[in-house]
């Protein structure tokens, strides 16, 4: 086996190598994405029922193999046996939703809109979507992306992470059996197989991962759709009159999935008069959340090595990390503490870069208008939160915030029937609800002439 054929996987408990995989080059992603060619037809073809059908009895066969997808899904992430089985029942849901969703969606009305003329819109399918989903949410993101493609009519070609393809390939064999050969396709592998997909002769790219990541896909991709949702170091303002459990909902937030979520908190904003109450009840909060027991480990060394490397350049007050819990065996694995920063300047690495990990920098600001202008700061503006007891001035400050999701005391609250979807450097595009069906479909205008004979 040569470097350039494998990738070696490592378990993110204990560093250790526990498989390898092969990477995908030209040949087999020609041979995917040809197939998936064919595949496409015949899936399009079926009505939305039919699709429905199929893909409610997959989610129905998924279900039925929890323990397998679990296995899967820390064996990739290291993520406690809890935060898996939730996230496993949100892929589930996630199938199902979309099986309903495709057969319920409207679109624009049909009737004369010209004189003499009935008009109507047909909704269609692209045809091949490119999937490529990143290692903090394997099985779920790949349902966000996949879901409402299918649904819609699309076949897929499916890249899972280089450290994560365990719950991609158990799903695209079950796939198989229940929509069909072909429909979805899984070629795992590392960045250059990414690249060669976007290239392929695929119809659309939808793309979650890092900024840079985005932007080398839109350039490959030239003009055909792409969806990108590319991450958000979110601001999360916390007034003076913030609920008491405003603390432990924000440490929760930030430590879950040990912090490696787009949407998750990672710069809180309070005002001068409230300021050293958050840094202390933060602290406390996150003191309580320990890796290696209400948390897993960062998801691969390079993701350890950015958490060090940023809060060695910080110039924050480190204040009072709890050591990881860690099992007799894991010693040598990536974990590393919840972390809050305090006295952080607005230029600190901290806060222009996304750790992508368990930390909360504070900022104090000396009003609202100062509170809103750092939260819009910086250039991701994908989620952010507000945390107030007065309802109105936190729907002020949640309509200020520049983000394409905003919560007032919660935060990462998310669910099926409610859009997400950045703005700025977070991309665009929109995954959930039912528009993401559009995400993955093209209107055509049909109009005929009436009194024909």
Known sequence: ???????????????????????GRHAEISTAVAAARSGATRWAALTPKERAIRLTRLADLVEQHEEAFLVAERAGTGKPTAEAAQEFALSVELIRYYAWAVRTATGPAAGQFVAGHESWVRWEPLGVVAAIVPWNYPLLMLAWRCAPALAA?????????????????LLAGYAAEILGADVLHVVTGDRDTGRLLVESAVDAVAFTGSLAGGADVARRAGVRRVSLELGGNAPAVVLPDAPRETY?????????????SCAAPARVITLWEN???VVRGLAEAMAQRRAGRDFGPLNNADQADRYDRILKQSHG???DPADPVIASGEETGFWRPAVVLADVPGDDPAVVEEVFAPV???????????????????PQALAASVWSTGLDSALDVARDLNAGEAWVNCHLVQTAELPHGGRGASGHGTDLSTLALHEYQRPKTITVRLGQR
């Open 1 to 23: 086996m040569t470097p350039e054929s494998y990738s070696q996987l490592t378990d993110p408990r204990t560093a250790a190598v526990r498989r390898s995989v092969r990477c």
């Open 153 to 169: 009519g699309n076949a897929v070609v499916a890249k899972p992470a280089e450290t994560t393809p365990d719950s991609a390939e």
């Open 248 to 260: 432990a909902e924000l440490a929760a937030a930030a430590t879950y999935n040990a912090g490696q």
């Open 275 to 277: 300021y050293e109450e």
């Open 317 to 319: 007050r480190v204040v």
């Open 360 to 378: 909360l920098t504070v900022q104090p600001a000396t009003d609202l208008t100062e509170a809103v202008r750092l939260a819009n700061s910086q």
